[in-house]
């Protein structure tokens, strides 16, 4: 398996913006889980899903942030509009199962917004 | 809520020699995992080690090994043998063992390995 795969790498967007990033996690795993890392906050959980289903969406710093999982093997975290503010290295990663097992990230999106 | 505190933002470690990274946590829950990842400058999380909360015995990878003291609420991590590839950010991590399992990260330690 190629691990969770992440697009794209590094994104340079305007403010004001729509920017999608996207997740494939690894197949047969059926938890997904977003996270944004930056210096001042570090690691934040933002949204994971289970089976598909959003879980726990706590961590989603406001309604321009939205994320998707239409089926197992894709999710999409939308922010409209972007600010420089979401500056920031967006990760996706995923496990399997409801035991406490290893989650595998992907190498990450790193967000510029100017 | 559960919480990860790293109390050591930045460390450094001759090659050879032994090293250990700091980290507690608090939660009221009995049930839990705890990781330690690694961040090399690849920006990629790997997995270094796991301990389950259930288990007294401190879990061992090669030349990673934990300190876990369950009643102190805190969990270790020393590197033996320091490589200059252990060079990288240094991420603990604590689950609780329910239904989807996200893992809550502390604040990162950076290591630097020195020739």
């Known amino acids: 398996d190629a691990g969770v795969i992440q697009s794209p790498r590094h994104e340079v967007t305007e403010m004001g913006q729509e920017v999608t990033l996207r997740c494939k996690p690894i197949s047969g795993h059926n938890s997904l889980f977003w996270y944004r890392q930056t210096m001042m906050r570090g690691l934040e959980l933002l949204i994971y899903?289970?089976?598909?289903?959003?879980?726990?969406d706590s961590g989603m710093p406001e309604d321009r942030f939205s994320a998707k999982m239409p089926n197992a093997s894709f999710s999409t975290l939308k922010i409209q509009p972007s600010e420089p503010r979401d500056s920031a290295v967006y990760f996706c990663a995923s496990k399997f199962g409801h035991q406490n097992t290893e989650a595998f990230f992907g190498q990450g999106t790193r967000l510029t917004v100017v | 809520a559960q919480t990860v505190t790293q109390s050591q933002p930045e460390m450094s470690v001759q090659e050879a020699e032994t090293v250990t990274l700091s980290c507690t946590y608090d939660?009221?829950?009995?049930?839990?995992?705890l990781f330690w990842y690694k961040q090399p400058p690849s920006r990629q999380m790997i997995l270094v080690i796991r301990?389950?909360?259930?288990?007294?015995q401190n879990a061992t990878e090669n030349r990673f090994s934990v300190n876990f003291q369950k009643a102190a609420k805190s969990f270790s991590l020393k590197i033996s043998d320091s490589q200059l590839g252990d060079t990288a950010m240094y991420f603990c991590a604590f689950s609780v063992n329910n239904a989807g399992n996200m893992l809550t990260f502390g604040g990162g330690t950076r290591l630097m390995v020195k020739p």
């Open positions: 899903f289970n089976n598909n289903v959003p879980i726990d």
């Open positions: 939660t009221s829950e009995s049930n839990y995992y």
């Open positions: 301990q389950e909360a259930y288990k007294q």
